[in-house]
Each structure stands twice: as C-alpha cells, then as structure tokens.
C-alpha cells in the first residue's frame, strides 16, 4: 500500500521519460508517487493544490496527471474539467479518490478521468496504471516488437494471437484482457480491478463476466486449461498472469 518502498522493474519497449504531474496535498504521498514514477523512467513533478496544478500543467504540458480529488482551492472535479478545456487538447487524468467517495468516482468519469485509484493503493499498481493509459493513447509503433511468453505471442499492434505457431481467435474483449495481462506479468489483479481496467467505466458490472473471459482465454492459450500456465487463480484475490 501507499508508503510501502520496493522495488520496479519496467518491461522493456514501454513508453520511457514521458512526463507525469502528481496533484496531492498529503507530501507524503505525492513523494512515494513521484519515486515510484521516476523508477519506473518517467519525469514526476508534483503540485500540493488545484491553482498550482493548473499552472503547472499549462506550462508543462505533462503527458499524463495523477489528481487527488480532495485539493484545497479548486478541487481535483474542477482541475480536470479545466485541463480537459486545454488548448493543446485534453490531457490523460488518473483520479485518485477516498474509499467510498462513489459519487466522486462517477462524476470524475464522466468528466472526462481515464481512470481511477482508490486510497490506499499500492505505488506499483499505481504506475502499472499510468503505463496502461500512456499506452492506449501512444500505441505501439509499427515495428513494436510482439509480446512472447513460453509458446504464446501477442500483437498488439495487429491485435493478432498465436499460441504454438497456430492463430488463436478471440472476441474483442478476450484480446483486451489477454494484452492487459501479458502487459502486467507477475501482477495480481482482484476481479473489480479487472473490469475498470479492461471493461472500462462499468462500476456496478458483475464481475462474474471477468471469470467467464478467464475461463474463455484458457480454453484457447493454454496447454492444459484445468492447470494453466499463463493466467494463474490467486484464491481470495484474483487472477496474475505468469510470464
């Protein structure tokens, strides 16, 4: 959780140096965000209220901001709504809100936030995040080389699978959370995180949809669905996938 220090380690070919503005008036947070961020190869700049975030995005430009709802001066709604109005068009937000703050969640969102954390979070899954927005809005370039793992080979660009040589066919959303997890190795992810993730804004979806597309791409990608070796069960917790 937040103040926890480890260790990061970035997948090669990610996005490197990419700007990030942390907005949050608790130091201590926005430090361990900023650490965490710089690790993981990106330039982190912080700001402690919402003027000085606006300022500082305006003349920065970052590529992304990580926004702590509750701000003193303008909140974290009214600096989002501010730096979707930008000139140089609207710049990806992370919100970061309280626990049961639904209300902020929802109004965030549909301001126009590309994602959302939850305090406490973990600092790692908290640029796992950053990485997995940067990346939709900065696809692969065309030569990116293809995700491979032990038989398994992914084309993000051609939104393309093959497993032993052979195309493997998915639906839409079965390419999305197989690339979202081939981009997360070793991390583990409960099944509400994976339906903000990779379903997108669904807050009140069943998340019995994530076991079914789980229990879906193993029927396709692995050796032997009933002891997988990609898409791992952590009880209690979730699914991680294992490079």
């Known amino acids: ?16 140096r990419r700007s990030v503005l942390v907005v949050d008036d608790e130091p201590t947070i926005a430090e361990v965000v900023s650490r965490y961020l710089e690790r993981a190869g990106y330039r982190a700049t912080t700001a402690a209220d919402g003027l000085e975030a606006v300022r500082l ?22 600096v989002l709504r501010r730096l979707r109005e930008g000139e140089d068009g609207p710049t990806p937000v992370i919100l970061l809100t309280a626990k049961g703050e639904q209300e902020d969640k929802l109004a965030g969102l549909r301001s126009g936030a590309d994602d959302y954390v939850v305090k406490p979070f973990s600092p790692s899954e908290l640029v796992a995040r950053v990485d997995a927005v940067l990346r939709r809005i900065h696809p692969p370039g065309i030569d990116a080389e293809p995700l491979r793992f032990d038989g398994l080979e992914i084309d993000v660009r051609g939104r393309r ?24 190795p070793g ?26 597309h789980v229990r879906r791409l193993r029927a396709k990608i692995e050796p032997d669905p009933e002891r997988p070796r990609f898409i791992q069960t952590l009880w209690g917790v979730g699914y991680r996938f294992q490079p």
């Open 1 to 16: 959780m937040i103040g926890t220090v480890g260790t990061i380690e970035r997948m090669p070919g990610q996005e490197g």
């Open 57 to 78: 995005a305006a003349e920065r430009r970052p590529d992304l901001v990580v926004l702590d709802v509750m701000l003193p001066g303008l909140d974290g709604l009214q």
């Open 187 to 212: 991390q583990a992810f409960s099944r509400d995180q994976l339906m903000d993730r990779v379903w997108g804004s669904a807050l009140l979806a069943d998340t019995s949809t994530v076991t079914v």
């Open 161 to 184: 699978v093959e497993f032993d040589g052979e195309e493997v066919q998915l639906s839409q959303r079965e390419f999305d959370l197989l690339e979202f997890f081939a981009s997360n």
